[in-house]
């Protein structure tokens, strides 16, 4: 069966589906498998559950139906399908990646867009070679703006992304120390996400760049910019600061917009979704709205209090990067006693050692009242007089149900390989 074929029964079908657990009947099933999985074993439960369609890989868990698909490789046809899809719609697709705030500048470029267009955008973290064909086949015909979230954790990664979703528009939020292992250090980094840069060069693209980032600046070089920043030439001039509760606010075109993000590291976020509802005609009422309207959940910057303390959880993920700009940012706000409990960063390779210790330094001399480290790479840092080491999340949780934690105002920060969310039930 060729690609279009397969397109047109897709249209016909009731979505498509990877996992049996949430098959709906009548819709598409792809078998996909990985180094832990094998979506094939569940081939014949898909047809059982009235798959309308299965595409499998392994002959070796052929179902008995007249609707089931060998391919050569399901993940591969899963790709060519959704690149096909993406091609039948000729509108705005704006493509983002970056090392550092992401999905927060993805959420709050949906909260604001919506305020006036049907967007269709990624799904939580579904950024990656699976999950973006996932997100270009859910868009259809009612919708207007396509929001793509582009991840990587190595070279070509982007591009090959980008080839996928064929943006029209993108975003780097920036480049920063994030998987360092796979990219091969930071220059791997600004080179691998610039392969979003270069697609848009080749295709003649726009590409929204942060006006005060020259890095930003000369990695998009001879493409079609629109710049926002604070700087006077750029083409959306936004002024930033913290209010008293150390909430992002920003000023633009004399309307004072209140975010629910703390952390000056969230000013670019809100700035690119402020330039994007320009670029997309928006009242400043409306973009207004849209970013106030956004709350931060899944572990991103999301405030909690409980009956012993006030939380700000970003355990979704860490990178010496982010670390340094949550610390510094927690650092700058008025509270009377600061715990911080940071978790190990992942994915640096060679780097590790050297990132790991570069935050001790950075987080004791920052003075806060406790500072508790959680990991195997933190505990392997030189030991510092007053900092607490712990191996495991599930160690400090242990500790605190005897040593708990009282009035006091807590960052948690670390990669989620760490699960620090855990020990929620304890603070």
């Known amino acids: 069966m060729t690609i279009p074929e ?47 369609f299965v595409i499998f890989d392994d002959l070796d868990y052929q179902p008995k139906a007249e609707n089931a698909i060998h391919v050569n490789d399901s993940l591969a046809c899963l790709q060519a399908l959704a690149s096909y899809h993406r091609k039948q719609f000729d509108i705005p ?14 959420e709050l470029i949906y909260s604001v867009l919506s305020q006036q267009y049907r967007v269709h955008a990624t799904k939580g973290n579904l950024n990656n070679h699976i999950g973006v064909p996932l997100t270009l086949l859910g868009i259809n015909n009612d919708t207007q703006i396509a929001l793509i979230e582009m991840g990587a954790n190595h070279q070509k990664e982007i591009a090959f992304l980008s080839e996928l979703a064929q943006p029209t528009m993108g975003y780097i939020t920036n480049f920063g120390k994030a998987h360092l292992e796979g990219f091969g250090g930071i220059e791997g980094v600004i080179k691998g996400k610039s392969e979003l840069y270069d697609f848009l060069r080749e ?28 700087k006077k030439d750029n083409h959306y001039q936004i002024e930033n600061a913290l209010d008293t509760n150390a909430y992002c606010t920003a000023l633009f075109e004399g309307v004072t917009i209140k975010s629910q993000l703390t ?22 009422e409306k973009i207004k709205q849209g970013i106030e309207a956004y709350l ?9 209090k409980t009956e012993k303390n006030r939380i700000l959880l970003d355990a979704y993920n860490a990178n010496p990067t982010s670390m340094k700009a949550a610390i510094n940012a927690f650092a700058s706000q008025k509270a009377l006693h600061k715990t911080v409990i940071l978790g190990d960063m992942l994915e640096l390779g060679d780097y590790a050692a050297a990132e790991h210790q570069s935050i001790v330094r950075l987080v004791k001399a920052a003075n806060f009242n406790e ?31 005897n040593n708990p934690i009282q009035e006091s105002t807590i960052l948690i920060k670390g990669s989620r390989g760490i699960a620090l969310e855990q020990l929620l039930d304890e603070l």
């Not at 990991?375 to 500790?399: Q, W």
């Open 6 to 52: 397969l397109h047109s029964h897709f249209l016909k079908s009731n979505g498509f589906s990877t996992d049996t657990r949430t098959l709906k009947k009548g819709a598409l099933f792809f078998c996909l498998k990985g180094e832990n999985f094998n979506g094939n074993v569940f081939a014949q439960k898909a047809i059982e559950a009235g798959a309308s």
């Open 371 to 401: 500072i508790i480290l959680v990991g195997p790479l933190f505990s392997s840092t030189t030991k510092e007089d007053g900092l607490h080491y712990f191996t495991t999340t599930v160690a400090l949780k242990k500790h605190l149900q």
């Open 296 to 304: 931060p959940a899944n572990n991103r910057s999301q405030w909690t």
């Open 203 to 230: 295709r003649k693209g726009k590409a929204l760049i942060n006006g005060n980032d020259s890095l930003q600046l000369q990695q998009s070089k001879g493409l079609d910019n629109i710049l926002f920043g604070s």
């Open 93 to 106: 697709v704006i493509g983002l990646t970056g090392s550092n705030g992401k999905t927060t500048s993805k």
């Open 263 to 284: 952390g000056s590291y969230n000013f670019d976020n809100i700035n690119a979704a402020i330039s994007l509802g320009m670029i997309f005609s928006l009242s400043i």
